[in-house]
Structure formats: structure tokens, C-alpha cells
């Protein structure tokens, strides 16, 4: 190591590249790439995390995965605010998350769902809070900023991607898009500042059906779609 | 035998005290006597302010006063109001007794250690009676008689020596004692005015002049004679009534109150609330009545003032409220934190479940769930809404969406592509799933992983009975 790097060493030089190096209580990502981007090393406790999301289903939720999964250890709830289709038990299972503490709050309006998200931010029964809210108006997000700092747990806000250009209270503020089976992170905002180059992670392992190889895959080819056609119809062609 | 001391906690014009707890603004009020005349009997400071005083005729008050609330006296509410205060003070002795009309006595020598010392204790009652919408004087003394004569005298003293007791009683006037008017006049007539003159009379002369009754009080008072009480046992469900002086009062206002009372008798029971009624009484109609569940029991005034305030957000009242009542229904034996090696390590139960209780009396019962896996290949079936909490079976490891669509989406077929918005393109399958044939909802499907153009990875599947055609079912998010 050189003169120059020991000397860069000291936490009181700043430089462009890097975030300042901040004391934040976390929770591992379980994505080392991840945490080494984050200050504290993981996803930060007691403040907002804002996840910004095209569509769901696009792997945002098994990015959080392993560290629901840690969570979900501690007698403590994890609670999912209006999550925007139905959570199936089995998958859930299948990442390692106690179903025995995960609970749904299901709700009729914004307002409810800003309403439980920060009333479960709050709790100090909750150890993750992860909320589908849609756009949140500044007032809502210090509220829930304000909760989340009470309640010391991890709290996840996804938000829809076109409130990236919008101000919001959230420390830590990703945006997440699709790269073919990964997810690719661009960190719009974290503490401590600084500009983090994107990342692709593989957030877990491609969705394989399994059972499948003995059946045959011609016997189950879906037949009106080849009837008329020799060739193999392009929904077939493996993108992977 | 361990030398006793004894709290008396003495509410001066209590008749007034109870309509002033269940106000939450400060107004003018008074107490009239009934009859054809009626007279203030007692006033508050305010009514006392716009000229207002005891004695005055209630017709002359209300000149000066013009929005004066006046009420009769209610000694039945008195008499109960006083039972629950007993109630309420068993958190802090097992042995309360109910003293006269208007004082209640513990015995606390066995608690002053818990409650960190004689002069700490009776500061921690006069807030926790604060609380409850009283005002007591609050005086400790070795002997029920004296702490009551102290309290009565309005002195919030506490002491533990019998020397100094002698001093300070001998000074209290001899009109705090519980003798027939004629008896205290006549004394007074020969210049005996105090406790301490009384005592240097002759004790047998005091006696044959004005009988055996006041030698005796004097005697309990200064520890000579013994003086055994009755101590107050609360009844198993608590039970409370509070008239509101104005129908305009805010009903949580004066339901904490009640509940902080209801806090302290389920403390000296060692019990928590599962099930709690509020009733709402109005003049012509019937009442309106407000249940409340809570999954685990609780004896946290916040907690249940947090559920009732849900509740009553979403209430509409059909008229103004003249009075709110509570009754525990059904509590369950609960355990001392107050004990716990850990107590911020260890989430409480309590803390646990009132988060699932307040967010259902906001959002409903089914608003809140837990999912749990069921040995069911359909996938719709495989995953059921439970009670939070609840164990799940481990069942078997494939990988399956996150997500499920209910019921599923019908994706539409362009020749010979598959359309959600854009053309899907398959990645896995097929995956036979077949069931269910057993119950008349049968299905037999098979599914491929596919993705959209916006990168979102799906579960579809292709229905080979009846309806055919192909659906999205999950996502795997």
C-alpha cells in the first residue's frame, strides 16, 4: 500500500468516488456486491428504504429475500402493506421466510395503506415493514420517514418508477430494472452521498420447473400453437 | 409484629370531584341540595370566581353565573366511585379499605420497598390519581384513625415514628373527628379546640361528660387501642358508570380516565383483558354499545384507549351521550413485566398482538392475515389466508411465483404467439399439474415460466379441460 493510500485511509478525507463512510445500523442484503455499495453494509434499520419499480414481478421482492428471511428468525412481524397481487405461501416458504411471522395488511385506499404502513413502521413488534403505497405526496413520505425512524426496523417503500425525478425523505433510494434474468440497481441516493456505479445482481436462481424433463416436452407442446406452422413458434426461443 | 403504616387517601368534595373528572374543558359547576330551595352545597374555583359560594341559594348562583352546570349530589355514584378507586389502589397493596364516604386506606408498609420509599409512594398515587380525574390529600401514618385525621386536615404529610405523630396530631383541630356535632360544640364551648387540649382534659371526667366514643377514637388514633378494617375485596368483572356533566364532553377524554382505573384493578388482579364492552347511554334512545377483542390479554390503557379511538372514529353517534360506562367481560391471568430479567430484549406478547388488534379495528378483521401452505398441487389452493401467527407445514421445495393472480389472467393468443401486452417468450416448462378431481374443481394444466418484454418473469399455464386456453397465474416477483 502506498504513502497516498494509507494517507486516503483517513475517514476525514472525502473523495468524489466514494460515500462517506457513515455509521448506520443495517441488516445485510445478503448480495455482497450490494452491501459493499451501502453504507452501514446493508439495508439501512430505522429509516426508509425507497425502491423504485417499473412493474412488479421483475425479481424486486427476491432482493429482499435473504434478509426477510434473517428477519424472519426474531419473533417479530414481518408485514406486507398492500402488496399488489396475492403472496403464495409455498414461494414464501421456499426463501427461507417463517410464514408464521409474516403477515398481510390488505387495504381499500392510499390513505389506509399510508395509514398502516406507518402505523406498522411504528411498532416495535415489526422487525420489516414493505409497503406498496403508489405515489406518496411529500407530507406522507416525512410521515413515514419520521415512523420508520421509531420503529428501528427495515422498511421498504416501492414506489412507481416515475417518481424517481420526485423528491423524497428516503435515505436510501434505488432504482431497480431488468437485465434478462437479473435485476440491475441504480442507486439514486444513499448517506453519505457519492455516485455509485450500477449494479447487476442475480437475485436468486432462475425459476426452473422441475418435473418437467420426464414428461417430454414434445408430448405437452401446445398444440393450436404449432398447428399450421413447422417451425418451433418464437415463444419458444429460450432468451437465457 | 412489624410495625403497619397506613395511607389514607382523602377526596374532599368528592360529589363535585366526580362530575369534574368527566369535563375536559374547565366550566363553571356546582352541587345543589334538592328540596324546594336549593342550595350550592359545593362549587368549583371558577364557579367560585363569578362570585358563587356554598350555602348560597341555587337560583342566586345561577344569576351571577349564567352557564353554570349544576347537579344533585348521587351518593350511589359516590359510594361506587370509592369502590373503584379501591379498586384501582389494589396495584399497590393487597390490603385497601374503604374509610367513611370519602377516603380510601392502604396499607403499605410491605410495598415501600417495590415502590421505592414512604416518601416516593404517595407522589407515584397522587399522579396515578391525577390521572384518573382526582384530587386527594394523601397522608401516612402508623394508624388508620391518624392517617385519616391527617388527611382530612389536608396535610400530605407521611409519617413513620410515633414521637412525631403525637406532636403533629396534637395540633389538629378537634372538629376533623368523627363525633356528633353537639359533643365537638360543647368542647368547643370550653375552649377544648384542639387534639392536644382534649388530651390534657382528665380521661374520666371526658368520659362520663361525653361518652366512651371519643376517648376510644383518640385512643386508635395515637396507637393505644387496635383498630382492625375491613379490607375491600373488588368484584371479578370491573363495572363503571360516568354521568357527563355536558353532552358535548369527548368520550375518549373520559374513557382514559376509566381505563386507567380499570388498568389498576386488573393489576391487582393479576389479569389482563381479552373482551371489553363501552356502552353509550342517551337520553331517549337505546345505547350505544362498542365491543372490543383483543387476541392477547392486556392491561395497557393505551392499548385499549388506541382500539377504542378506532372504533369510535368510525361510529356514528344517533344522539348526544349523557353517560359512558365500562365493563371488563372477560380477562385472562397476566403476568408482572415489571419482573422480567430482559424487559427490552423480550417483545412482550401484549406488544405482539396490539399491533395485529389496531390495525383490524381500523381495516376489519380479514383486512389482516398470515398465509400458510397447504398440501395442494392446485396452486390456488396451496396457499390459505390464516391467523397471524400461525405454524406452517413444511411442504415441498419447487420454486413457485411469489405472486398469484386470483383469479387468472386469460392471455390472448395471436396466432402463434401469446400476448399480455407484448409477446411472451418462454423460458421452462412443461410442468403437469394435475387435481383436485376428488371435489369437483378439477384442473389439469400445464405450466411454463415465461417473461415480457418489461423483464417480469410469469407463471402461465395452458387449461386442458373444459375451458381450455392459456392463463397467467403467478409472477414471480
Known amino acids: 500500500m502506498s504513502a497516498l493510500d494509507q494517507a486516503l485511509e483517513n475517514p476525514a478525507i472525502w473523495r468524489g468516488s466514494q460515500y462517506a463512510k457513515v455509521m448506520v445500523e443495517s441488516i445485510p442484503t445478503g448480495f455482497a456486491e450490494l452491501d459493499a455499495s451501502l453504507p452501514g453494509r446493508g439495508w439501512p434499520r430505522a429509516a426508509l428504504t425507497e425502491l423504485l419499480v417499473g412493474q412488479p414481478g421483475i425479481g424486486e421482492l427476491r432482493l429482499l429475500a435473504p434478509a426477510l428471511a434473517d428477519l424472519s428468525r426474531n419473533d417479530r412481524w414481518l408485514v406486507l402493506v398492500a402488496p399488489p397481487y396475492a403472496p403464495h405461501a409455498p414461494a414464501f416458504e421456499s426463501l427461507g421466510i417463517d410464514l408464521s411471522r409474516l403477515i398481510v395488511v390488505a387495504t381499500r385506499s392510499a390513505a389506509e395503506t399510508l ?126 | 409484629m412489624s410495625i403497619m403504616l397506613w395511607s389514607c387517601l382523602h377526596f374532599p368534595d368528592l360529589s363535585l370531584q366526580l362530575l369534574m ?30 362570585g358563587v359560594n356554598a350555602g348560597m341559594s341555587l337560583s342566586a348562583a345561577i344569576a351571577l353565573c349564567p352557564d353554570l352546570q349544576a347537579h344533585a349530589r348521587d351518593a350511589s355514584a359516590e359510594r361506587s366511585a370509592m369502590e373503584r378507586i379501591a379498586g384501582w389502589a389494589g396495584q399497590f397493596t393487597p390490603v385497601v379499605s374503604l374509610d367513611g ?24 398515587m ?29 396535610m400530605s404529610v407521611a409519617i413513620d415514628e410515633s414521637a412525631r405523630l403525637q406532636r403533629v396530631l396534637r395540633n389538629l383541630p378537634l372538629a376533623l373527628l368523627d363525633q356528633p ?4 360544640q360543647a368542647l368547643d364551648f370550653m375552649g377544648v379546640r384542639t387534639v392536644g387540649a382534649c388530651l390534657e382534659l382528665p380521661r374520666e371526667g371526658l368520659a362520663r361528660r361525653f361518652g366512651q366514643g371519643l376517648l376510644d377514637e383518640l385512643d386508635r388514633a395515637l396507637g393505644h387501642l387496635p383498630d382492625p378494617r375491613q379490607p375491600y375485596r373488588p368484584p371479578a368483572h370491573y363495572h363503571a358508570r360516568l354521568v357527563l356533566p355536558a353532552p358535548v364532553e369527548p ?12 388498568s389498576g384493578h386488573l393489576r391487582m388482579q393479576g389479569s389482563g383483558l381479552t373482551r371489553l364492552e363501552l356502552t353509550l347511554h342517551h337520553a331517549k334512545r337505546a345505547a350505544t354499545l362498542v365491543q372490543i377483542g383483543c387476541s392477547t390479554p392486556t392491561r395497557d390503557p393505551r392499548r385499549m384507549l388506541r382500539l377504542l379511538r378506532e372504533r369510535l372514529a ?5 344522539a348526544d351521550v349523557e353517560a359512558i360506562q365500562i365493563d371488563g367481560k372477560e380477562s385472562r391471568p397476566l403476568a408482572s413485566h415489571d419482573l422480567s430479567l430482559f424487559p427490552e ?12 388488534d389496531h390495525l383490524r379495528a381500523r381495516l376489519g378483521a380479514e383486512a389482516v392475515y398470515g398465509i400458510t401452505c397447504h398440501a395442494d398441487h392446485r396452486p390456488e389452493r396451496a396457499s390459505r389466508p390464516c391467523e397471524p401467527g400461525t405454524a406452517s407445514r413444511q411442504t415441498r421445495q419447487e420454486r413457485r411465483p411469489l405472486w398469484l393472480l386470483d383469479p387468472p389472467h386469460r392471455l390472448r393468443e395471436q396466432e402463434d404467439r401469446l400476448l399480455l401486452e407484448a409477446p411472451l417468450v418462454l423460458h421452462s416448462g412443461p410442468e403437469r399439474i394435475e387435481g383436485g378431481w376428488w371435489d369437483g374443481a378439477g384442473v389439469t394444466r400445464d405450466y411454463f415460466v415465461a417473461s415480457d418484454d418489461q423483464g417480469r418473469q410469469l407463471w402461465i399455464y395452458r387449461e386442458r379441460r373444459g375451458g381450455r386456453g392459456w392463463f397467467l397465474q403467478g409472477i414471480f416477483g
Not at chain 1, 139 to 157: D, H, M, N, Y
Not at chain 1, 170 to 194: D, E, F, N, V
Not at chain 2, 21 to 47: K, Y
Request: hydrophobic share 45%.
Open chain 1, 115 to 240: 395509514w398502516a404502513a406507518e402505523r406498522c413502521l411504528r411498532s416495535s413488534a415489526c422487525s420489516a415493514v414493505v409497503a406498496w403505497p403508489g405515489p406518496v405526496q411529500e407530507r406522507a413520505w416525512r410521515r413515514l420517514q419520521l415512523a420508520a425512524e421509531q420503529g428501528k426496523g427495515l422498511s421498504v417503500v416501492f414506489s412507481p418508477i416515475r417518481c424517481a425525478t420526485q423528491p423524497s425523505p428516503a435515505p436510501l433510494r434505488i432504482q431497480l430494472s431488468p437485465a434478462r434474468s437479473r435485476l440491475t440497481l441504480h442507486i439514486l441516493k444513499r448517506r453519505g452521498g457519492g455516485w455509485a456505479a450500477p449494479l447487476t445482481l442475480d437475485v436468486g436462481p432462475r425459476p426452473a420447473v422441475p418435473g418437467a424433463p420426464q414428461r417430454g416436452r414434445a408430448a405437452a407442446l401446445p398444440a393450436p400453437l404449432i398447428t399450421g406452422s413447422s417451425r418451433l413458434p418464437s415463444i419458444f426461443q429460450d432468451i437465457g
Open chain 2, 181 to 184: 356535632e353537639p359533643v365537638i
Open chain 2, 126 to 154: 397522587s399522579a396515578g390519581l391525577a390521572e384518573l380525574g382526582y384530587t386527594a390529600a394523601i397522608a401516612t401514618a402508623p394508624t388508620p384513625s391518624a392517617a385519616r385525621l391527617l388527611a382530612r386536615a389536608g
Open chain 2, 21 to 50: 373528572r368527566a369535563a375536559s374543558i374547565r366550566m363553571p359547576m356546582i352541587i345543589s341540595s334538592g328540596g324546594n330551595r336549593p342550595l350550592v352545597l359545593s362549587c368549583n374555583s371558577i364557579a367560585r370566581k363569578a
Open chain 2, 314 to 318: 368510525h361510529l356514528e353517534l344517533p
Open chain 2, 251 to 262: 368520550l375518549l377524554f373520559v374513557a382514559h380516565r376509566l381505563l386507567v382505573e380499570l
Open chain 2, 101 to 124: 364516604p370519602d377516603s380510601v386506606l392502604l396499607e403499605i408498609a410491605g410495598s415501600l420497598a417495590l415502590f421505592s420509599g414512604l416518601h416516593a409512594l404517595p407522589v407515584r
Open chain 2, 345 to 356: 430484549d423480550i417483545l412482550p406478547e401484549e406488544e405482539r398482538w396490539s399491533i395485529i
